[in-house]
């Protein structure tokens, strides 16, 4: 490789140096042929005076010792005489054998009465020509020649050639030898660094962050360091999965998940549906970024969609969404290595408005939360949740034109209505619908003037899925007093209009935390992250404690309740002033909606009266961040928190709460959890605490910080350990495979 760039030097610098060359070659013997010309005009016309006179006259001895004292001075060779007639009449005596022949150019002069010059060949001699016609009486009567030698100009132009040559040659060592130590330096190197860290890889030793490498081997690092880590998870998991072989235990892994689904589907499609999209596009001044949205539903399905592959439908919401899709509105994801599809739906915002703020978000989640928040019902807004439902539902169908049995997988209260719109046309598809939020009792959800086509849409899923059981009874209890349906109680399914649907809870959850006993020798170290001093330092505050929250800005995370309880925490407990600081990661959500522009302004309205009331020097007591944060901006939290409050007023599951818990890789952390969340089931060795009861939640805050690491290290890790076991690949093999073992009836067939 070396020899090849050192030839491509020569080769570049001989090709540039000799088309140089030639261009001031040319412009040397253009300078050097004006000089000549010059000289010769000038000397043309001192003679022109003595010699017009004796051109036709006479007499000509005269007129050859004027031409003979002009013969052989210096560069200049001769001079020459011509009568009108273009005969010779004198000449210098050293030229005349070669004149006798008549030169064209003289004639030409004479004829085109111009003067001029020109290069020609005289005696085997190179030669500059110049002639001037001579005048007698107004017409022209014969030409003077005075002729120069060339030698001068060939010796130039030759060294010019000669100095050039040099400068090349001197310039290609030069230059060779820079880019052989360049090509050692700046490419030799990195590449020998990167086989051996490949290399330390492959055999299992314990390797250091492969260091940032010049920028022309970036897009190849980030490669390689991905394809590292693609093997050290492959690592971990068969260490894992040997390790849970001889417990006799079995971990859902992505490998796992994705031979198990791909058994289930026999070469089947698999679709899901969701309002939210996984990747965001959107313009930044001239470039277009994407970002991952804020969100549970996103959290969970990710890691199935990538595990699996397949298609997923959502309502496009980025304003450079379009400019990314192709002509049927789909694109590759994740966009820096493509797994799966995504197809973009577009919604006008009047559809949107009433769709989503409206009947979605004030009607149906403050009515399946019950936290207090009147829900609001509005016939147009109604309209519009059919429609989009509608538009889906189309959506849907086109892509199922070429596709038998598919298997469809729909996300949420937002389409409450697309299992029966789908069904309908589509009565060999297999739907499940998973509703990520709370059921609510059957007296509560009776208020919504929809509440009917509600539940006949939704059973016509061939299977209902709620995070808990209670939720799953709530909904039965609502079925069987609002439609006509058969509701088998022990098996846990609905019979309406020959549609079968069963309803079962899928505890929804997070992948697989890494375990840290398998992080020592197996895997390169993960990048170190700001430690809690770094991190409150940043903030621009001092402390010993560190606790954090993380919600999107919804008036059923209790993030008042919290900060109130933060506050009690601190007028029970004043020797933590100074010490504990709280970050409230708030992420904005439906900004359109008046309770959430109220609840936003609530919330940091009452961060900042805290902070006023307790803050000192160098140290505030809560620290509000209000945007949307990524995840690599989140974990660092996470991971050195001394405490996470999640104080939720009423949750499906909260997957905030797996998160902590998944990250807390040095098990020092403790989680405060609130009862009506679906993770409280699960996260028994969390703090349970009632989000209502300030008082219980500042003892909790007081009990997380005094508990002794011992015990903080044994509650963490049994709850790393159920994670890591009820993990997102666990949910998504659950949920497909109870699926898979619903009986559709025989007359379900595709339509031709």
Known sequence: MTLRIILSVFAVISATVLLFTMMQVRQEKERMTIDLERRAAVLGDSLKEAIEPLVERGPLDRLAKIVEKFGNRGRLAGVAVYDAEDRLIAGTAQLVPHLKTPLPFVGNVMSADQEGGTFLSLGAKEMYLYALPLYREDRVAGALAILYGTTHIKERLALVWQQNFIRALVSALFLSLTTLLLVRWSMARPI???????????????????????????????????MAETISEARLAAEEEARLRRNAESLWTPVRLREYVRTLLQGKSLFVISNREPYVHERKGKKIEYHVPASGLVTALEPVLQACGG????????????????????IGVPPDEPQYILKRVWLTKEEEEGYYNGFANEGLWPLCHIAHTRPSFRAEDWRDYEAVNQKFAFAMLEELTETSEPWILVQDYHFALLPR????????????LFWHIPWPNSESFGICPWGREILHGMLGADLVGFHVQFHCNNFLDTVGGSLESTIDWEHFTV??????????????????????????????????????????????????????????????????????????????????????????????????????????????????????????????????????????????FYETADLC??????????????????????????????????AARELRDALIVNPYDIEQMAEAIRTALKMNPAEKKARIRRMREMVKERNIYRWAGDLIGSLAQIRLPSSSLPPA
């Open 192 to 226: 020998g660094r990167m086989a051996e860290w490949m290399k330390n890889l492959r055999t299992a030793k314990r390797v250091a962050p492969l260091q940032p490498p010049p920028s022309v081997f970036e897009p190849l690092t980030r490669e390689v360091t991905r």
């Open 645 to 678: 409050m999640v104080t939720s007023l009423h949750d499906g599951m909260n997957l905030v709460a797996k998160e902590y818990v998944g990250a807390q890789k040095h098990e020092s952390g403790v989680l405060i959890l609130s009862e009506f969340t679906g």
């Open 495 to 636: 019979k309406r209009e020959n549609q079968l649907t069963r309803v079962k809870p899928f505890p929804i959850s997070i992948g697989a935390p890494r375990p840290s006993s398998l992080c020592s020798n197996s895997s390169p170290p993960p990048q170190p992250r700001p430690g809690r001093e770094a991190l409150l330092r940043e903030l621009g505050v001092q402390g010993k404690y560190l606790g954090v929250g993380v919600d999107r800005i919804d008036y059923t995370k209790g993030i008042r309740e919290r900060l109130l309880a933060i506050e009690r925490f601190f007028e029970k407990y004043p020797a933590y002033l100074g010490k504990f600081t709280f970050v409230e990661l708030g992420a904005p959500s439906r900004t359109q909606i008046k309770e959430y522009q109220d609840l936003t302004a609530t919330v940091e309205a009452e961060a900042e009266r805290i902070n006023r009331r307790l803050q000192i020097e160098g140290w505030r007591p809560v620290v509000f961040l209000k945007k949307q944060h990524s995840h690599e901006e989140i974990e660092p």
């Open 421 to 432: 719109m789908i069904k309908e046309k589509r009565p060999d598809a297999r739907i499940a």
């Open 311 to 330: 298609t997923w439908i959502a309502q496009g919401s980025g304003d450079a969404d379009r400019e990314v899709v192709d002509a049927h509105n789909k």
